[in-house]
């Protein structure tokens, strides 16, 4: 079986959820024997690019296309990205073509593949068939009703992905990807919400994340090695979202002064990049917080590791967050806000803790709990949390599953 992913980004360059779960899935279905390659295909930036290189033993294909201007037409669907990637299928010859994000690459990925007469099957990271923002987030900080197809978006959040905010926008969208044989969402609470705006549930599959367990290297950065290797005596939280603000940068910094009036040698550490207002916010606390800046994938898991308790606290709809696995896999509990998908994967006082979103007060106390059970009762839970990666959320579970829809799509 030969597979072509596409995606429009790909490690070394930006490497988020998306990103590494897919070196994961590809990685562990080359070890399969299936042939698998990526091509990544980006239509934002100032000068063009087109390059072969090799990323932990997959081929991938880069390709970046000139543009002088955006436009809500050129971010919905580009021309030279259709003959392009039509010609590479011809070229090619996959059985299967799997697609994940495509906000920078466009809907042309899909019609590309209609026009070659391939499969596809594209798995779903978040809400972009829905909103120009992928989150139905607006700017106040409440959310869309997806029952409600408004002509245009006037109150979204746009301060970071916005793509293809066209009159009648989700229409144009289901029929652009209508040749899509399975959607593939990592959590059912991302599928409620396109059956919700009137896709029809049968064609989506519920496939959970999985991801190989363990750090491929030990951590290089020393504050990180300095907490795994110390013998603590203080609570040490890890914070990915950085200085995002649809990850929590916000409530975790309403927080920090209730955590540390309890708990004055609390320790913080901060990782990921964003908006520096929230950056130079955690950086007030002074040596309370550590912001250590954007960490390479293995790096984050050390940093798990290392931390009693995870901060997951995003005001958005989040839809399977990585952040759960691989802290999960490291043994460390996390305690997320009650949205989207993170419910699914938390199960309360067992793996982790659920608060209200935006509520900082409740967070705070979920800490608290946390930090104050017997050193039995934390310890269980982290193996709880490992015990849970192992066995229905595991990397084996997921490429299972995976492989057998390939066959199901490929046979129908």
Request: charged fraction near 20%.
């Amino acid at each position: 079986m030969r597979v072509l992913f596409v995606m429009n980004t790909f490690p070394p360059g930006y490497t988020g959820g998306a990103e590494v779960s897919n070196l994961h899935t590809c990685q562990a279905l080359l070890q399969r024997g299936i042939d698998c390659s990526i091509i990544v295909l980006y239509n934002r930036l100032p000068e063009a690019r087109d390059e072969w290189y090799e990323y932990a033993g997959i081929p991938v294909h880069r390709v970046h296309f000139f543009t002088s201007l955006r436009s809500p037409i050129s971010d919905m669907w580009d021309l030279r990205v259709h003959r392009y990637l039509v010609a590479e299928l011809r070229r090619l010859q996959p059985d299967l073509v799997h697609v994940h994000n495509v906000s920078g690459a466009t809907l042309a990925v899909h019609t590309a593949c209609r026009a070659v007469g391939i499969p596809v099957v594209n798995t779903l990271h978040d809400l972009w068939l829905l909103c120009p923002n992928n989150m139905l987030y607006q700017a106040d900080g409440s959310f869309c009703d997806p029952k409600i197809f408004p002509r245009d978006c006037h109150h979204c959040f746009r301060r970071y992905d916005f793509w293809a905010n066209v009159p009648r926008r989700r229409s144009i969208f289901a029929a652009l990807t209508s040749n899509v044989e399975l959607f593939l969402s990592p959590s059912q609470a991302l599928i409620e919400r396109h059956v919700e705006a009137g896709y029809a549930r049968e064609r989506f599959r519920l496939l959970r994340l999985g991801f190989h367990e363990k750090p491929a290297a030990p951590p290089q950065h020393p504050e990180i090695r300095r907490w795994l290797e110390e013998t603590r005596t203080y609570p040490l939280l890890s914070f990915a979202g950085g200085g995002v603000e649809i990850k929590g940068a916000k409530v975790v910094l309403s927080a920090l002064p209730m955590l540390l009036s309890h708990y004055p040698n609390l320790h913080l550490a901060v990782a990921g990049g964003g908006e520096q207002r929230f950056l130079d916010g955690f950086r007030h606390f002074g040596s309370a917080v550590h912001v250590l800046g954007v960490l390479p994938p293995e790096e984050m898991r050390w940093l798990f590791a290392a931390s009693d308790l995870v901060l997951l606290p995003s005001v958005s709809h989040e839809n399977s967050p990585v952040v759960i696995f691989e802290s999960s896999q490291m043994g460390t509990p996390v305690v997320g806000s009650a949205l989207g998908g993170i419910p699914e994967l938390i199960v309360p006082e067992e793996t982790g803790y659920l608060f209200a979103p935006g509520d900082s007060a409740a967070l705070v106390q979920c800490v608290l709990r946390h930090i104050q059970k017997s050193s039995h009762a934390r310890r269980r839970m982290r193996l709880n949390s490992v015990r849970k990666m192992r066995t229905e959320l595991s990397l084996n579970h997921h490429i299972e599953q995976l492989t057998s829809i390939y066959s199901e799509v490929l046979n129908s």
